[in-house]
């Protein structure tokens, strides 16, 4: 069922019952009231009879009147009165009961009746009576007192067919309002279907109009699809050039492979010039495994999640990476100072597994060696902040421009440095080691305030105690 129609189906529901209970209430007050009124009247009539009743002779007694006097809006009714002995037999009755009065039992009147009286209900002469049966005398005899229960009838029907008209009405202006409601709500949510169908198809640039007469809660739905088109199509256009740069980077060294091999079958050569073209080959092909290996990296800290509850030690991690990156500073002149290794930080545990994180800090190292001047020094550092560890790489080269600071994170993104130099890197170190700590529960800036050269800040949360991460047991790379 569509959702219009469910909602019309829904509201006109609730109106429906919610009238017909409040209407119900409605007419058994008026019926209750007016029943409440007839019985006090005829009873007080009744006991003004019972007292002018002949006293017992013959053994009958005699009741007068056959008209009762009715509150104003019963009028002038006729009374129907008879006398019953103590078994319920008629004893005598007005000339009103033409066919005669019915017996107590034929009433439903339990015999002896009791002080406050009984009401009961009959049929005389096709007329509908009301009445009240009250003892009088000492002997167990009683009288009935009946008049016609025409008024209360004639109000209540009036009054049911007046809350029926109104009910009818009420049901079908709240179908109206119900089906105007529903198809206004339905628009929006059909409006967000399409736009959802549209980008589901490829169109990006589909987007959910704002209407001010929406409900809020489709505003806020609109504006959350709209939001996450935003987010999509930034995806779409980072994986494009992503795929862009990937693509460039692997095709350098593969015409460079190419025209190498060309060149050797060209003509018969030397073993020696073989040698050569098959190490400038090799070399090339490191290269291309060295990128492949950093495209997988970098796929996997994006798209897979780290190893729950891995946690590894800080002294390993620093002791990891700086091996690895000794044999650049040694070739390009450069010092690493290394953190104090006694320092109590160094015996603490983070999250994540050590070759990642070692890399992740081996990446800053690299990058600061490069970055930096024959004869410079790179400053690495490591100190407990909070519930993080943070590891600093200062370089003590010229900085990063600040045209640069926002983009140097970015895959495949070199510096002019870099580009001008030609170091041979593919610019996916940054971005390999920012990825690699926010799996962890981290994250990698730059100290923009620095001025000294440039500031990198690795930030790892510490481990949980006694091993475990999350609630998982804990897994330590030694």
């Known amino acids: 069922m569509k959702l219009k129609f469910r909602l019309a189906l829904a509201m006109v529901g609730s109106t429906a019952v919610a009238l017909a209970a409040c209407f119900a209430a409605v007419y058994w007050l008026v019926l209750n009231d007016e029943t409440r009124d007839l019985d006090a009247s005829l009873t007080a009539e009744a006991q003004v009879a ?43 009755a007005t000339k009103s009961f033409v066919d005669g009065p019915p017996t107590l039992q034929a009433l439903g009147v339990k015999l002896p009746v009791s002080a406050s009286g009984a009401t009961v209900d009959f049929m005389q002469n096709g007329a509908k009576l009301r009445g009240v049966v009250v003892p009088i005398g000492g002997h167990g005899e009683s009288l009935l007192f009946a008049s016609s229960r025409e008024s209360i009838d004639n109000d209540t029907a009036f009054l049911l067919r007046t809350l029926s008209a109104l009910f009818v009405t009420a049901v079908v202006l709240s179908v109206f309002a119900a089906t105007w409601l529903g198809q206004r709500l339905a628009r929006d949510v059909d409006g967000i279907a399409v736009v959802a169908t549209a980008v589901a198809r490829g169109d990006l640039n589909a987007r959910v109009a704002k209407h001010r007469w929406g409900s809020v809660e489709t505003r806020a739905l609109a504006d959350a699809l709209n939001h996450m088109i935003d987010q999509l199509g930034e995806l779409v256009e980072g994986q494009r050039v992503f795929i862009s740069h990937a693509a460039h980077e692997l095709r350098s060294p593969l015409a460079t492979m190419r025209g190498e091999l060309q060149l050797a079958l060209r003509r018969p050569r030397e073993a020696e010039e073989y040698r050569k073209t098959c190490e400038n080959v090799l070399a090339e092909a490191e290269a291309l495994t060295s990128l492949a290996d950093d495209l997988l990296t970098l796929a996997r800290i994006k798209d897979g999640e780290p190893r729950r509850g891995a946690r590894a030690r800080v002294g390993a991690v620093v002791e990891d990476a700086l091996r690895m990156a000794r044999g650049v500073a040694a070739q390009r002149g450069v010092f690493i100072e290394e953190p104090e290794g006694e320092s109590p930080v160094m015996d603490m545990e983070v999250r994540g597994q050590r070759t990642d994180l070692a890399r992740a800090l081996r990446n800053l190292v690299d990058n600061a060696v490069v970055h930096s001047p024959q004869g410079g020094t ?43 130099g030609d170091d041979g890197g593919t610019g996916l170190g940054l971005a390999i080691a920012r990825g690699i700590a926010r799996s962890c529960g981290g994250e990698l800036t730059l100290d923009t305030e620095f001025a000294l050269g440039a500031k990198f800040d690795l930030v790892v949360p510490l481990s949980a105690v006694g091993g475990q991460d999350g609630g998982g047991g804990g897994q330590r790379d030694q």
């Open 50 to 92: 019972a007292l002018e009743s002949s006293p017992p002779g013959d053994g009958e007694r005699v009741v007068v009147g056959d008209h009762v006097s009715l509150p104003e809006a019963y009028g002038d009714s006729p009374a129907f009165v008879a006398a019953y002995d103590a078994q319920g037999r008629v004893l005598s």
């Open 378 to 420: 790179v400053h690495v550092l490591a100190g407990k902040s909070g519930t993080d560890v943070r590891f600093a790489v200062i370089d003590s080269g010229p900085g990063v421009s600040g045209a640069e600071k926002s983009s140097i994170f970015q895959a495949f993104y070199r510096g002019s440095r870099e580009c001008a």
